[in-house]
């Protein structure tokens, strides 16, 4: 017999009306259909949901943690051993690709120190040490136009903020790592665990409210910054899920409209609605999962540019918006069409080329570069060796040009990019290095080998230059410094962060530039069998 799910053994009139299960008398029927949905969808978080036929992905695990209340939090680990030798990496998604390359060499271990502290400790510790004022600060400047702040008076931002715990979390999570790196790693950790509880409690609430919308987005596309390693928070799944909170809501009403005249009141709500959208398109295609998302919904993004209040920001927003929706369309089939792709994304290209010469154009460029490189990345194992040598220089090509690309338009907002920014930049770097790896005889033919290698010690130490020790750009930089010194230990010795910090000193680096990162290699033998075939002659396909 089944389980007993609590079914009533009659159902009542207004059941049997509605047609849907009834529950015993004395229980909620609305409320506890809609917490076991919830409470399944939960714990769901701790599962793979890669494992499944369908979206399957190797070498994926999730370790669940629970915390005080019950809920079940989620972290993705990699079932990879350091030292362990992955051969099937060019079939994962990118982020999954700096996930494994951070495994490989011993660095996606989870700071959870302060796991299971409560939430009143949490927001006692962002009170006392004066959080909220370093968020009003920074936090608006800098991010705010993400989340609909720009156009609020700060006294009306603070008491919104301090309303909602989960909001309050989300956004001092990002401002703490912009104060001092010891006042980030003592107070971050509490309130990374208070956020994921709050969020969990937050699925059970139906409808929801802007400022949860707000914070997922927060949440989201900064996971990798709240929680110091990749996947940290699962930002496919929590957008998801903001998603489908969506539709239940009245907040977004006006995305589902036919006709809408966009103003100054509903312009941030459509914003908060595109960058949700963004969000879970980025890592749709970096985990290549289906996204929760039709292609209707793609194009009513739009509407944001029908006002005459819309920013550069909210244009290029809608423009990546529909590059990663082309992304995920055209490169994760079952078959790889090159010209059908390279189409698809010169149309993309020429549809949205007048901001190509708008400022901060320099992230567009990044997304089509990075797009190209997706495909050829996909496509490499199943061409014949002359087409392969082609795409090699080719991907080559673009990973040096998101590397230079990034080095070269870097100013005082670089420390403030979004994850997925950093994301990009570091696909770029781990696949140069396994390109470098693999290819470097055939390769040394067409490239300065040894430039090349320069190239990726010069990304390690302007990343280690971004912000504090406790920035993204740090964390991902162990993991492009690691990788390169493992692939590559014949290559220049890759500069330590302590290093860098020294020579990148504006006095040292203006008169002895030759001299960055000149550590001694440490001799270490690392062998890695390849991920890529090698390059051999084999028949035409």
């Known amino acids: 017999m089944p389980p007993d799910r609590g079914r009533a053994s009659k159902a009542c009139t207004v059941c049997r009306k509605q047609k849907t299960r009834c529950y015993e008398s004395g229980r909620p029927g609305d409320s506890s259909r809609l917490e076991r949905t ?97 968020e009003q600060a920074s936090f608006p400047e800098h991010y705010g136009r993400w989340v609909a702040f720009k156009d609020v008076p700060v006294n009306e931002l603070l008491k919104t903020v301090r309303n909602s715990p989960l909001l309050l979390c989300a956004c001092c999570l990002i401002a703490v790592r912009h104060t001092t790196d010891e006042l980030a790693s003592s107070v971050a950790p509490q309130m990374f665990e208070g956020a994921k509880s709050l969020f969990s409690k937050a699925l059970l609430t139906v409808p929801q409210t802007f400022d949860f919308f707000q914070a997922t987005v927060i949440l989201s596309m900064w996971s990798t910054t709240i929680g110091q390693v990749l996947l940290s928070v699962d930002s496919w799944l929590s957008s998801g899920f903001a998603l489908q909170h969506s539709l239940a809501s009245d907040v977004f009403k006006p995305v589902n409209q036919e006709s809408l005249q966009v103003t100054r009141q509903n312009i941030g709500y459509l914003s908060v609605w595109n960058n949700l959208c963004l969000t879970h398109l980025h890592y749709s295609v970096g985990t290549k999962r289906r996204p929760l998302l039709q292609k209707g919904q793609i194009d009513r993004c739009r509407l944001v540019l029908d006002s005459d209040h819309s920013t550069n920001f909210e244009c290029r927003i809608v423009a990546e918006v529909h590059l990663y929706w082309d992304i995920y369309e055209s490169c994760f089939g079952s078959s790889i069409d090159l010209p059908a792709i390279q189409s698809v994304l010169c149309d993309w290209k020429n549809e949205w080329e007048f901001l190509f010469d708008q400022p901060r154009s320099q992230f567009l460029q990044m997304g089509f570069h990075f797009a190209q490189l997706l495909a050829f990345d996909h496509s490499l194992n199943s061409r014949s060796a ?37 994301h990009v930049i570091t696909f770029a770097a781990v696949t140069l290095c396994r390109l470098l790896h693999l290819y470097e005889d055939q390769l040394s033919s067409s490239h300065d080998i040894l430039e090349l290698d320069q190239l990726l010690l010069n990304l390690v130490t302007w990343l280690y230059s971004i912000g504090l020790p406790c920035h993204v750009a740090h964390t991902l930089g162990n993991v492009v410094a690691a990788f390169h010194k493992k692939l590559r230990p014949t290559a220049r010795p890759t500069p330590s962060q302590e290093e860098a910090d020294f020579w990148g000193q504006p006095e040292f680096a203006n008169f002895f530039p030759d001299l960055l990162g000149t550590a001694i290699y440490d001799g270490t033998d690392y062998t890695m069998l390849p991920d890529w075939e090698r390059f051999i002659s084999g028949p035409s396909t």
């Open 38 to 134: 919830v409470e399944r969808l939960a714990e769901r978080l701790g599962d793979d949901p890669l494992n499944t036929a369908e979206n399957h992905v190797p070498n994926s695990s999730a370790a669940n943690v629970r915390n005080d209340d019950g809920f079940t939090v989620f972290q993705y680990q990699s079932s990879i051993v350091p030292g362990d030798v992955n051969v099937d990496m060019s079939t994962e998604g990118p982020v999954f690709v700096i996930r494994d390359a951070a495994a490989e060499v011993g660095m996606d271990q989870h700071d959870r120190r302060l796991a299971g502290s409560s939430l009143l400790e949490v927001g006692a510790v962002v009170i006392a040490r004066g959080l909220i004022t370093v």
């Open 386 to 422: 002359a087409v392969r040598e082609s795409l090699l220089l080719e991907m080559v090509r673009l990973s040096a040009a998101i590397l230079n690309l990034a080095m070269e338009s870097a100013d005082a907002r670089t420390r403030h990019l979004s994850d997925h920014i950093y």
